[in-house]
């Protein structure tokens, strides 16, 4: 392997040479490319990644949603300013899906080209409306009245009697709030919130068979975008405290029926309903007869092998709190039939009008945007099961959702069924935080879930880890994986170059990423200011360093790449190239297919560092010195230009 690295090491040089004595020749060709960069350092490129709310799995029954109710056919994205309060950007893209029927959802990208004087570093706030028309907006409106024009043009109905089917795609909301567009950001994260809820039946009680189910009391319109009353506080949170509303939500006396059961067991992912808010609580006194319109499942069964259906009237009510809840978006309601006394009533009817007897229910309320849930009958304990790492160090947040009287804890562990199982070095700073949510009417808490991870620095090996959360009795294992970044060989071009003899080599192997780290990005957002001294053609290491701050967003990709601790150039593992280490890149992979490595489009150009005269007022102002891979030479480029492309390297014995 030496002998190929001073092999290498020789024609990089030559290369090099050969370079410094013709870049005269290419003076027409440089300000050819910089023309043509500046046609395109007006805009930028921002990736937005829709997460579509994923099929929460409950173990007390487990059973996840269906595909239909997460997947996204057509959306429209709203931006405004948050410091002028006027919709400044609104657009409908063409959808990209990631990933389809995953447990966590189903992820869709798209890209948006935003002006460059709209990458302004201030907060903006980001909506998104899925699955439905809406109108009426205009440029240069408040979000108040977009909002409340989105609101009035939002409203989903159907027809009484109508139920909703179950293949049919839902209307979904989503909102990010405090975005700062900047240059070097590379996208923008939406989670959507469908506007209707779940509705499930559970039958564990052996001497009991489900033969249908129905559901009174309903609504027949709703919001796609809630009230901001919604929230506590007014924020939106992700945990909703009251329905939205229209103001004519078409409460309906009759039922809706027609579900399929399963196996004289179930009724799972048939009924999904419009919201609908909780009314007066049972009482024995014959005055007060409100709670009879309030919405509710009418159940028909056979008991203890009886051959005659009679019925029993199930109510939204949380036993453990004994409170009636709020029928709320995006939430799963889960009815298990646990005991069952004696026959129901004759006829539905009759069941609808009487008081619920001789039936035990449990109503497990879940909101679906908290992940999955384990539940003893008693308690639920729920949270994001799989956290899917890439290999970069960073920190991650997470939300524990319970109603045990206590607060969660947890053990870090390196397997799934023992908490005792070996100590895990990279997965670090984790934490419970204290409750940031209460739900009053379910009496579920929301707790954060923080940690975070080393850089993973195997070329060959992911890694995984268990965090087991407690609350109580009830155990939640979180399965975090951590990836690796995707390498190529690429030669002896890492670490120090010192002189062999007569030859000078670097002294460690050079790995390049798979694929762009960086694209559509200007080198600097710097106009002016005092010079930067990047003067070394070799060092990719220390050039990357001293350009590590967000001004310089191509550097910034690959320095944050590294542990959060890295304290100095010695330190970091990733780094952009320099000169010569992206030559020797191109000297050995410049015949590669494009699709399995650099795309050798003209222009396309990895800029490895700047010139200290770059701000000082001398020689080719606002440059850098770039490569194109398409013909090897050295060319300076314009830094405010977005045509750059880069890849990030990192090297080892």
Partial sequence: MRDTGA???????????????????????????????????????????????????????????????????????????????????????TLTAVTAGATNGNKYTFNATFENRELNRKAHTVLAIANTAVTGYALGESMATVKGKLAASGVVS????????????????????????????????????????????????????????????????????????????????????????????????????GYTVTGSKNCTNQIYIFENARGTAFSHATANTEWKNNPCLVIGGKYNGSTTTTYYRLDFVKKSTNTWLDILRNHSYVFNITSVGAPGYAT??????????????????????????????????????????????????????????????????????????????????????????????????????????????????????????????????????????????????????????????????????????????????????????????????????????EDFPVPNKCFVMNNPTTANAAAMTWYLPAQAQLTGVWVAYNNFASATWFTPFDRTTNVTYLTSSIYGGTGLAGSASGLTFLHGQVLPVSTSATIHKARCVRDTD
């Avoid at 309903?218 to 924020?235: E, M, R, W």
Wanted: charge should be negative.
């Fill in 348 to 549: 539905a009817a009759e069941a609808l009008d009487a008081a619920p007897v001789n039936i035990e229910v449990d109503v497990l309320p879940w909101n679906d945007a908290g992940g999955d849930v384990v539940y003893n009958g008693q308690y639920m304990l729920g949270v994001t099961p799989v956290f899917e790492l890439d290999a970069r160090a960073r920190g991650y947040t997470a939300a524990i959702t319970t109603d045990w009287p206590g607060a969660p804890a947890f053990v870090i562990s390196t397997d799934a069924t023992n908490p005792s199982a070996g100590t895990v070095g990279w997965l670090k700073n984790v934490e419970i935080g204290s409750a940031t949510a209460t739900n009053a009417a379910t009496g579920q808490k929301t707790y954060p879930l923080t940690f975070d991870v080393d850089a993973n620095l195997s070329r060959t090996d992911s890694r995984t880890a268990y965090i087991h959360i407690t609350a109580g009795r009830l155990t939640f294992v979180v399965k975090v994986v951590q990836n690796i970044e995707c390498t190529v060989y690429v030669g002896m071009f890492g670490g120090e170059l010192s002189k062999n003899g007569n030859v000078y080599q670097y002294e460690r192997r050079l790995y390049v990423q798979c694929a762009d780290e960086v694209e559509g990005t200007p080198w600097t957002t710097f106009s002016s200011g005092a010079p930067v001294p990047i003067t070394s053609d070799w060092n990719g290491r220390g050039n990357t360093w001293d350009l590590r701050s």
């Fill in 158 to 257: 159907t027809t009484a009697g109508t139920k909703w089917d179950p293949a049919a795609i839902i209307p979904m909301w989503g909102e990010t709030d405090n975005v700062n567009l900047n240059p070097s950001m590379s996208s923008i994260d939406i989670t959507m919130v469908r506007m209707l809820a779940r509705v499930n039946v559970n039958v564990t009680a052996a001497n009991f068979t489900l033969d249908n189910v129905a559901y009174y009391n309903y609504n027949t319109a709703g919001k796609v975008i809630p009230d901001a009353t919604s929230f506590a506080g007014g924020v939106y949170t992700g945990a909703y405290q009251t329905p939205s509303l229209p103001a004519s939500p078409g409460k309906q006396s009759t039922a809706l029926s």
């Fill in 7 to 93: 092999k290498m090491s020789k024609t990089l040089f030559k290369s090099i040479s050969i370079f410094v004595m013709t870049l005269s020749i290419f003076t027409s060709c440089v300000k050819e490319m910089e023309l043509e960069a500046s046609r395109s350092n007006d805009s930028n490129m921002v990736t937005f990644s829709i997460t579509a709310p994923g099929p929460t799995v409950v173990s007390a029954r487990a059973t996840a949603g269906t595909t239909a109710e997460n997947r996204i056919s057509n959306i429209t994205v709203f931006v405004f300013d948050k410091a002028t309060d006027k919709l400044v950007r609104f657009f409908t893209p």
